[in-house]
């Protein structure tokens, strides 16, 4: 079998809708749900002449996770426009951090079945969601919803350190579980709180270097994750043994037939024109309050999972079941 020689190599982008009261620049209710466009003010809906102010819980909530993933936390760091034309974002541009993100580094340690994996952190940065489009309400019109637009977002890029679908699944777990623990997220993938682009290559076993990768955007379910992987890995090898190239393309998975197909160009040439946002300046932030939210995080989900393995001699499965929630955890 040719899949045997190949490894699949895989890098996450992963959204975590943080679980502010507020949006992220401005005071409007960033809660899920509400009867649309009700959770929208001149600032969300990107009126001219309107100003940002930055969220200082979406500040805290990002240095939580920091802290948490063993991340280095830059004490002054800033935002960006990214400029993009779209019926969901009314001001034009994205209000993100492309030059200097608030964390860099860090990692994640996997307890897979029999081996363990370190799946390094790139860098985490802040931004703000853009609202929603409905494309399947009315047969004639598109809907647009505003209430997410501006909501406060942290995206975590990893290495592409994973090897697997399984991987990325104890990935996705492991995050969710970490966001719940710190209270910065629900992580709910039904509510789109946590979706993913998964970056996926494949190489020759053996091999050092890295294939070309094609990124598939906005997963949102493990198992759409592991069920586009598992078709881009096979599509991928299928193409190298065929003589053929990886050409590097952004990809939707469409779960009904379970496979990956190119976005049209349109929505993938993007050309961001990344610039400073004028209207915010740098945040900047002293080491002592970065020691002040370090203090103030809960014992970490993988320190007590190995507490209660060491001190109570339980079996894994069953600390993992008890730590899966703070509560639990505490409780027990
Ligand atoms: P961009 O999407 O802006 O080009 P990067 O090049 O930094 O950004 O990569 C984004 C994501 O793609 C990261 O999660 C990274 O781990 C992953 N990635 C990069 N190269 C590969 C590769 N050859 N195979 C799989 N994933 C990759
Ligand atoms: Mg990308």
């Given at each position: 079998?040719?899949?045997?020689?190949?490894?699949p190599v895989i890098g996450l982008e992963i959204h975590?809708?943080?679980?502010?009261?507020?949006?992220?620049?401005?005071?409007?209710?960033?809660?899920?749900?509400?009867?649309?466009?009700?959770?929208?003010?001149?600032?969300?809906?990107?009126?001219?002449?309107?100003?940002?102010?930055?969220?200082?819980?979406?500040?805290?909530?990002?240095?939580?996770?920091?802290?948490?993933?063993?991340?280095?936390?830059?004490?002054?760091?800033?935002?960006?426009?990214?400029?993009?034309?779209?019926?969901?974002?009314?001001?034009?541009?994205?209000?993100?951090?492309?030059?200097?993100?608030?964390?860099?580094?860090?990692?994640?340690?996997?307890?897979?079945?029999?081996?363990?994996?370190?799946v390094?952190?790139?860098?985490?940065?802040?931004?703000?969601?853009?609202?929603?489009?409905?494309?399947?309400?009315?047969?004639?019109?598109?809907?647009?919803?505003?209430?997410?637009?501006?909501?406060?977002?942290?995206e975590i890029v990893s290495e592409p350190d994973l090897r697997s679908g399984e991987e990325v699944d104890a990935f996705m777990t492991?995050m969710?579980?970490?966001?719940?623990?710190?209270?910065?997220?629900?992580?709910?993938m039904?509510?789109?709180?946590m979706r993913c682009d998964v970056n996926v290559s494949v190489?020759?076993?053996?091999?050092?270097?890295?294939?070309?990768r094609c990124e598939i955007k906005n997963v949102n379910s493990m198992r759409f994750a592991r069920q586009a992987i598992e078709f881009e890995v096979k599509r991928q090898?299928?193409?190298?043994?065929?003589?053929?190239?990886?050409?590097r393309s952004t990809l939707n998975f469409n779960p009904?037939?379970g496979e990956t197909s190119?976005m049209?160009?349109?929505?993938?040439?993007?050309?961001?024109?990344?610039?400073?946002?004028?209207?915010?300046?740098?945040?900047?932030?002293?080491?002592?309050?970065?020691?002040?939210?370090?203090?103030?995080?809960?014992?970490?989900?993988?320190?007590?999972?190995?507490?209660?393995?060491?001190?109570?001699?339980?079996?894994?499965?069953?600390?993992?079941?008890?730590?899966?929630?703070?509560?639990?955890?505490?409780?027990?």
């Open positions: 079998m040719k899949y045997e020689y190949y490894e975590l809708q943080l679980s502010t009261q507020s949006k992220a620049f401005c005071s409007d209710d960033a809660s899920f749900g509400g009867e649309p466009n009700t959770h929208v003010s001149a600032i969300s809906l990107g009126h001219p002449g309107t100003l940002p102010r930055l969220n200082k819980r979406q500040v805290e909530y990002a240095v939580r996770l920091g802290l948490a993933l063993g991340s280095r936390i830059n004490l002054r760091n800033c935002f960006d426009r990214k400029n993009y034309f779209y019926t969901d974002l009314p001001k034009g541009y994205q209000i993100t951090q492309d030059r200097l993100p608030v964390c860099v580094g860090g990692s994640m340690e996997l307890q897979m079945d029999g081996y363990r994996r370190t390094r952190i790139h860098h985490i940065h802040m931004e703000e969601d853009a609202g929603k489009s409905i494309h399947d309400l009315s047969p004639r019109h598109s809907m647009i919803d505003l209430n997410r637009a501006g909501v406060p977002l942290l492991a969710r579980q970490l966001a719940r623990y710190l209270g910065i997220s629900d992580g709910n039904q509510e789109g709180s190489r020759k076993k053996g091999e050092t270097l890295l294939g070309e090898v299928d193409l190298l043994e065929n003589g053929e190239e990886i050409v009904a037939t190119p049209r160009d349109k929505e993938s040439a993007h050309d961001y024109r990344y610039f400073p946002d004028p209207d915010l300046p740098p945040v900047v932030f002293t080491q002592q309050w970065v020691d002040e939210v370090a203090d103030s995080l809960p014992e970490l989900p993988q320190t007590i999972f190995n507490r209660f393995v060491n001190k109570f001699e339980l079996p894994e499965y069953d600390t993992r079941l008890l730590t899966q929630e703070r509560e639990t955890a505490a409780f027990f």
